[in-house]
């Protein structure tokens, strides 16, 4: 290190100066770079590549802060921008400093290039053109000093932005502070007006509950019970308890029916041998959907079933009209959803003489059908395994498992990933029980999905049957069509 002093230029004028040696070699073109540290001495400056510049800080902390806006809260943004404003402020205060250190290196500059010009007069020869290279490097080096101080000018230009942007980025965000923080207490003197209000409500009831004595205890509790009643039905093995519990009163209001049905038939029997009337057929079965009724001789002049003509009809129960149904000629006849209501007639003609059976009744609705169906009809598509049995009037060979799509605008057939028929809901389309066929008739439907395509499908249960029928016709209704069977001519209110 060299220690300059004010007196520099006096000195070099009083003595003398000893002549430059010719081989003096220079290391670099440039004078390399110096600091003014303690008690005005020169320090040679390490690069240090790690050092960065002013500039690519403000501009990093920047790109920080704005990354970071959206993930803080605004009490921690409040916080930021404050540090934020404290960090422009050093920055500026960095920069004063150096625009000092500027000024300086300057004054030293100057004095070098006198003390150089000083000894350009007293050298000669190769000396003098060594010192008048050497008065070129400090004049290039007042060129980038200068270059200097206007990129530390426009440096603290953009600090002083920075700087008048973070403050009044600060100031929003007090007021935003504000803001929430009134906005905070007015939901806060709510929340107590709301509490109030409650505790007060709460003691008004406890005030009516302990006037009205033990009876409206008694009954709350059995409010409490019926909840948790309610509560533990929406398990599962509750759910299955009680699905098993309605299949058992089921059956036995089915067995209770069957048994009430035999009674009235017996008891119509009875009235008929008093009335010496001639009685050579008989219809056995629960008159109610999900059953299937049978035409049975009872007497040993009836004639053989083979040799007669059968033909099933509807009958209002309130007007008497008679509606014939088509394809309904078996001694055998499933109801269907069209049939509730109604009763069923079948007459029998033979060598000339005709001979009418009628239902006791109207034919019963199923049991839990109705809530079923409407469960189903919140689904888009509703599936249900079947077994095809016959195609286009021909007995179906295969037996595997089908799967019927029931949608809400079209009906689909389909055997694995293969489908067999898909067509929405049209004039064309039909779709009633099946009109015969033996004791299965029950679980069994007709579906023709346009002309010259039908199916004869089976399904697991004559509750399926009955609930795809009437899904079927309710999704059709509300496309505009009227889904019934062959000829039928049934009424919008069916």
């Known amino acids: 290190m060299t220690r300059l002093t004010c007196d520099f230029a006096d000195t070099m004028q009083k003595d003398a100066v000893p002549a430059v040696s010719a081989d003096v070699i220079f290391n670099s073109s440039h004078f390399p770079n110096y600091k003014i540290g303690a008690n005005n001495q020169i320090v040679e400056a390490k690069d240090d590549p790690k050092v960065l510049s002013m500039k690519e800080v403000v501009a990093r902390e920047t ?11 605004v009490r921690d943004l409040a916080s930021k921008f404050e540090k934020g404003l404290a960090a422009a402020a050093k920055l500026s205060e960095e920069a004063r400093l150096r625009e000092a250190a500027s000024l300086e290196k300057h004054v030293l500059l100057k004095k070098l290039r006198d003390a150089l010009e000083s000894l350009k007069g007293r050298v000669a020869g190769r000396n003098k053109d060594d010192v008048e290279e050497a008065i070129s490097m400090v004049q290039a080096l007042a060129v980038q000093l200068t270059q200097r101080e206007g990129e530390l000018l426009q440096e603290k230009a953009e600090v002083k932005k920075l700087a008048n942007f973070l403050k009044q980025a600060s100031e929003d965000t007090k007021r935003l502070v504000d803001e929430e923080r009134a906005f905070a207490r007015a939901e806060i003197d709510n929340a107590r007006a709301v509490v109030l209000r409650v505790e007060g409500a709460l003691q008004e009831q406890d005030r009516m509950t302990r006037g009205s004595g033990k009876q409206d205890l008694d009954e709350l509790m059995k409010e409490v019970q019926e909840a948790r009643r309610i509560k533990m039905l929406h398990q599962p093995s509750k759910v299955m308890d009680m699905e098993l519990e309605l299949r058992a009163l089921r059956a036995q209001l089915a067995e209770k029916s069957k048994h009430s049905l035999r009674l009235q038939k017996e008891l119509a029997t009875s009235k008929r041998v008093v009335e010496n009337s001639s009685h050579l057929f008989e219809l056995d079965g629960h008159e109610a959907l999900g059953s299937y009724l049978r035409i049975q001789p009872c007497s040993d002049n009836a004639p053989e079933m083979s040799k007669c003509l059968i033909q099933w009809y509807r009958v209002s129960a309130e007007g008497g009209k008679k509606e ?14 069209f049939d509730v209501g109604r009763i069923l007639q079948a007459d029998i003609v033979s060598e000339g003489q005709q001979i009418s059976l009628k239902t006791a009744g109207p034919i019963d609705p199923a049991a839990g059908l ?16 079947v077994v095809v049995t016959q195609m286009n009037g021909k007995n179906y060979q295969s037996e595997s498992i089908h799967v019927l799509h029931v949608g809400k605008m079209r009906i689909k057939l389909c055997k694995g990933k293969t489908t067999i028929a898909k067509e929405y809901y049209s004039s064309a389309m039909q779709l009633c029980g099946v009109r015969g066929g033996g004791n299965a008739a029950a679980q069994a439907l007709f579906w023709q999905a346009k002309k010259g395509l039908s199916f004869v499908i089976a399904f697991e249960s004559e509750r399926e049957r009955n609930a795809a029928i009437m899904l079927a016709r309710r999704f059709a209704f509300d496309c505009n069509i009227i889904l019934a069977g062959p000829d039928d001519r049934a009424s919008l209110g069916n």
């Open 324 to 337: 014939l149904i088509s394809g309904a000629t078996k001694s055998i006849y499933a109801p269907e959803p």
């Open 370 to 385: 109705g809530s079923y169906v409407e469960a189903l009809v919140r689904k888009h598509d509703v599936e249900f395994n």
């Open 63 to 73: 790109a920080q802060l704005l990354e970071q806006q959206k993930r803080l809260s």
